[in-house]
């Protein structure tokens, strides 16, 4: 039974904002996964007792992935291009959770976080359906702010409208178009990875994250038959 005394009632968040470096117009988010914080527990015997000791080691942050639309504002086009560049950028940010109505409800502020991952959708000609880029941060460290209960507004003191773009609009060049691509009618979608290792840093309970390798996924594109020949010629000049 729900206490009428309490006024923290439940609710369902149904709206995710994104904010970067203090920009608190990123742009909201379709769905937002992870971002949890964990750690293990050592346990210690101590001598010929039957009492053990238990303490947890280092924290460890879970990475955040989040969908986005593609009207995201210029600071996340610039952090993203940056990550095609690698050029490393840490950022700052927070995931804040919002009801219905636009009310923030909670916060989780993130600390000099690293793009890992980008996921492409798949592109298909015949898909009506909105869009979005999936972007997997990974940051040093994440901690539960005090939600203000404010309304989640943009500079404008209006809410952010995320303009949609559908999969269905795309266009593929490849080179300086010595290849005939032609009709392309569907590609897959695709992840770019940059893995990360974790840099233990003496006595600081977080640690420090540094990149590594960066892997770069295989392209599938599907072409009709009658439209082949330029594939086909290319394979043959490899």
């Known amino acids: 039974m729900s206490n ?3 006024p923290n009632r439940a609710y369902v968040s149904s709206r995710f904002q994104l904010e970067v470096d203090g920009h608190t117009n990123v742009g909201f988010l379709k769905s937002v996964d992870g971002g949890g914080i964990k750690a293990d527990i050592v346990t210690w015997n101590i001598g010929a007792t039957t009492d053990q000791w238990r303490y947890s080691t280092k924290p460890k942050y879970e990475d955040i992935t989040v969908q986005l639309g593609l009207g995201m504002s210029r600071t996340m086009y610039e952090w993203i ?8 950028i840490r950022k700052d ?4 959770s919002a009801d219905f109505n636009f009310k923030e409800q909670s916060r989780r502020d993130f600390k000099q976080a690293i793009i890992t991952e980008m996921t492409f959708p798949a592109l298909d000609g015949a898909d009506k359906n909105p869009g979005y880029l999936t972007i997997k941060l990974s940051p040093e460290k994440i901690s539960y702010a005090t939600a203000t209960g404010g309304k989640v507004l943009d500079k404008g003191n209006q809410r952010i409208e995320q303009k949609t773009w559908k999969p269905s609009n795309f266009e593929v060049s490849i080179g300086k178009g010595e290849l005939k691509c032609g009709r392309i009618t569907k590609v897959e979608s695709f992840t770019i990875k940059q893995t990360m290792l974790d840099n233990r840093t003496g006595a600081s309970r977080e640690f420090q994250r540094v990149p590594g390798r960066i892997e770069w996924p295989n392209i599938t594109v599907y072409v009709p038959e009658v439209d082949v020949q330029g594939w086909i010629d290319w394979h043959e000049d490899e």
Do not use: Q
């Open 93 to 96: 940010g927070a995931i804040v």
């Open 4 to 6: 009428p005394g309490n």
């Open 81 to 88: 291009s940056k990550f095609f560049t690698r050029e490393i």
